[in-house]
């Protein structure tokens, strides 16, 4: 059969065109999504200053904020076997005229990247820098750096350069650690070895060396979260997309490939029934299906597999630009998701032609024969349960979502909702579509006249290749619908309670990347300021409470200018205690830990510090964070400023402060209630991406479908045409018939997006409808109906452009 299928696809190439488009696209993103959970499950940031060190020892880096380390370490690792030399280094923020960022480090720690002089020299006093080649400062010089709240003068004395620049200034060693300001303390040391010696066995000697300490030895792509922490568990959020980006485009792959072939197994009933007139069993033609369908899948899975590679670090590029990745992962794609990507888009090919075959293959001859002209066989056993088990799970998820979950984590479910009952619908498609068209028969006919009466018996009559038109713009319309408006809800409803939460007239940040704390006295000093607050975000954990640490957000805040400036409600306690080692927690977590006012609660800060609190206050409000005073939390975060200061009073007021401080900056209420939504954007971002999967595949389905199902018609239209029939009226026709096709599917996918948004809607903020603006249903709509009558409607005027006597005679 293979023989025969090769023979089948030499005549048909255009009849597998859309197969071959919509396969190659899936086995494409499904690897560069494998390769992507790969990239999540590695972590892999690879280093750029540390590049010369084989090995780091640093603070944990699961921490939020950057660790120091006992400097008493630097001795212990040069003492272990195999370690050339143990180099410590500090890490601090500085600010280049200009405003450019960079960061501070002891000379002796250039030799890791390796760092060497290309112009002047070394750094010998205390007011000599060496700059890297980035900076945009020559030697000779003076310099002016901002480091914290200070500007402080230098005098550049020499120009670095290494493989990667990574905006570094470099001090004498003495300098760098006073203006680290942790005595006692390093950032890391990078590790040098003997030759001879190998990674993996001084690792394993030197993290059983520092075995008690609360240390890590990191190796190969790991040593770039020495440099940046922040890309500690980034990938967590690229497994969850890539899964569900991939799961999606398999899901919607499947019912574009199942129709395409079903299509084209259709356009060949004649040939198939008199295949099994002569003899051939159901198995050869379920073989010839299946072989048809294996030489196009692995043709276009082994055209994917190249672009998947591209595809995928385009796809890490988007991600990191939008937030959620970090920009210093790197894309890694291994053997493991390219074969597991090659299974999966294969089986999913053969699964789809399985689904299409069938009918042909177990249709008796004669009904073959009979049916060739017309078909009419669609429903099958197993067909119907899929159906209801999907449908079934898609009524237990919305129920779910609706009554068991809440607040945006509700999301989790409303997606896979979707996806469910999309499903269902699509493998129900043909009995919805004859009921479609007996409910849209009457309006039709009213305001169509005779082309509507045409196009209603043409739509009755071909019912289950109309329920093919049908799926597609139902897949389009209903996910589409679905996906935006989740986000538009889930934004809307994030900025109704930022908007609650924020009682500030203006919010001052900076170039620089943090505030002062000092800034907050300067703002409070100033004429027709009634209150102000630092907020120092970042997060700490209860340790062992329950199974593990349990993560909270925290905020440093200013005790005398909170309550006026953040939605805080206290219920019990007061905030004006809050200060030393005192701490206000939310009422859900006071309630978990049975703590109340008075209590000490022991909490692990953002580097990992433990610390011992004071319960001064319970309250409601805040984004459900733990408040501490400003001056605790800042001791322990890595830029040891502050990310804003929130200010009552109006905006005008602020003039002479961002006079005295021209690297600050001042938004009102508005430009920072605009601003909170960052997340939301990142979250829109990401649905668009989907959409955007599911439109393209949708374009294939439905202009494959529309275009060859026109083809068919061929002998219709030569016959109508033969007894009058002019081109305008056949054109109308078909035009009718594709707004009753769009209807259809709109009417479908508004099914698919009701039972996901409205519990949505339900669990996230208790209304019974989505949030968003109208005009994006209408685009979305507007877009699926002008596909269908374009494709509809060009395709038959190319078929309406051959005679009408020669269409009829070259399909006899």
């Known amino acids: 059969m293979l023989r025969l299928a090769l023979r089948t696809l030499r005549h048909r190439v255009g009849g597998f065109t859309a197969s071959f488009i919509a396969l190659f696209l899936g086995a494409a993103i499904v690897m560069a999504c494998g390769g992507l959970m790969e990239t999540g499950i590695r972590d892999a940031v690879p280093p750029q200053r540390l590049a010369a060190a084989p090995l780091v020892v640093t603070g ?165 979260l020495a440099e940046f922490p922040d890309a500690q568990g980034g990938g967590e959020a690229i497994i969850t997309l890539a899964a569900v980006f991939g799961g999606l485009a398999i899901m919607v792959a499947m ?89 999966i888009s294969l089986l999913s090919a053969l699964v789809a032609a399985f689904v299409a075959g069938r009918g042909a293959a177990v249709t008796r001859p004669t009904e073959a024969l009979v049916a060739a002209g017309l078909q009419t066989r669609w429903f099958s056993v197993p067909r119907l349960v899929f159906a209801l088990l999907c449908l079934g799970g898609g009524t237990a998820l919305s129920i779910i979502t609706a009554l068991v979950m809440s607040g945006p984590v509700a999301a989790s479910t409303a997606g896979p909702t979707a996806m469910l009952w999309a499903s269902g619908i699509a493998l129900l498609s043909p009995a919805a579509a004859r009921v479609l068209v007996a409910v849209l028969r009457r309006p039709v006919r009213a305001v169509s006249g005779l082309a509507g009466y045409l196009a209603v018996l043409n739509t009755g009559a071909r019912r289950v290749r109309v329920a093919g038109a049908i799926t597609p713009v139902m897949l ?77 957000t925290v905020l440093g805040v200013t005790p005398g200018g909170v309550t006026r400036t953040l939605g805080v409600d206290v219920t019990a306690g007061s905030l004006d205690d809050l200060r030393g080692d005192a701490v206000a927690l939310p009422s859900g977590w006071a309630e978990r830990l049975g703590a109340a006012v008075g209590d000490p609660v022991t909490m692990k800060l953002g580097d990992g510090a433990q610390v011992d609190l004071e319960v001064a206050a319970v309250h409601t409000g805040a984004f459900d964070a733990a408040l501490m005073p400003a001056e605790l939390v800042i001791a322990h975060t890595t830029v040891g400023q502050a990310s804003q200061v929130l200010v009552k009073g109006p905006e005008s007021a602020l003039a002479p402060l961002t006079a005295r401080h021209p690297e600050l900056r001042v938004a009102d209420r508005e430009q920072a209630l605009a601003a909170g939504g960052g997340g939301e954007q990142t979250g829109a971002w990401v649905n668009y991406l989907l959409v955007g999967m599911i439109l393209a595949y949708t374009v294939i389905s439905l202009v494959n479908t529309l275009v060859i199902a026109t083809g068919e018609r061929r002998r219709e239209f030569a016959l109508q045409r033969l007894i009058g029939a002019t081109h305008g009226q056949i054109l109308r026709m078909v035009g009718v018939e594709s707004v009753v096709i769009s209807l259809g599917g709109i009417i479908l996918g508004a099914i698919v997006s009701l039972v996901t948004l409205v519990p949505f809607a339900i669990a996230l903020d208790g209304t019974y409808w989505p949030r968003g603006p109208i005009g994006i249903y209408l685009v979305v709509v507007g877009s699926a109906t002008a596909l269908t009558l374009l494709s509809t409607l060009l395709s038959t005027a190319y078929v309406l452009r051959t005679p009408p006597v020669e269409a009829a005679a070259a399909l006899d």
């Open 60 to 224: 944990d880096p699961s921490y939020l904020e950057r660790s120091p380390i006992d400097a008493r370490l630097v001795a212990e690792a040069a003492a272990v076997e195999g370690v050339a030399e143990a180099v410590p280094d500090v890490t601090f923020p500085v600010t280049l005229p200009g405003g450019g960022d960079a960061t501070g480090h002891t000379w002796s720690g250039a030799r890791l990247a390796p760092y060497t002089v290309d112009r002047g020299r070394a750094p010998q006093a205390a007011d000599e820098v060496v700059v890297d080649a980035n900076a945009g400062v020559g030697p000779g010089g003076p310099v002016t750096l901002r480091i914290g709240s200070r500007d402080v003068e230098y005098r550049v004395v020499g120009v670095a350069r290494a493989a990667v620049d990574a905006g570094a200034v470099f001090f004498t060693d003495d300098e760098a650690r006073r203006l680290f300001a942790k005595p006692g303390e390093v950032d890391l040391i990078g590790v040098l070895l003997e030759p001879g010696a190998t990674v993996d066995g001084v690792r394993e000697a030197l993290a059983a060396a520092v075995a008690d300490r609360d240390v890590t030895v990191l190796a190969g792509d790991q040593r770039g």
């Open 255 to 343: 019912f574009v490939v199942a129709g395409t072939l079903g299509l084209s197994v259709q356009q060949r009933h004649r040939e198939m029934a008199l295949l099994r007139a002569i003899g051939t069993t159901p198995g050869q033609l379920r073989r010839l299906v299946l072989g048809e369908t294996a030489v196009v899948a692995v043709l276009a899975t082994a055209l994917g597999w190249p672009v998947s590679g591209y595809l995928g670090e385009w796809l890490l590029g988007q991600l990191a630009g939008a937030g959620v990745a970090p920009e210093v992962m790197a894309y890694r794609q291994g053997w493991i998701p390219v074969l597991a990507g090659v299974g």
């Open 476 to 552: 389009a319309t209903g996910l589409a619908t679905a996906l935006i408006y989740l986000q538009t809800t889930q934004a809307g409803a994030a900025s109704g309670s930022f908007a609650e939460s924020l009682r500030a007239d203006a919010v001052v940040t900076s170039t620089t990347g943090g505030v002062p704390l000092e800034v907050v006295d300067e703002v409070r000093a100033l004429p027709g300021v009634e209150a102000a607050s630092a907020v120092v975000d970042t997060e700490a954990y209860f340790p062992h409470h329950g199974d593990g640490d349990d993560e909270i």
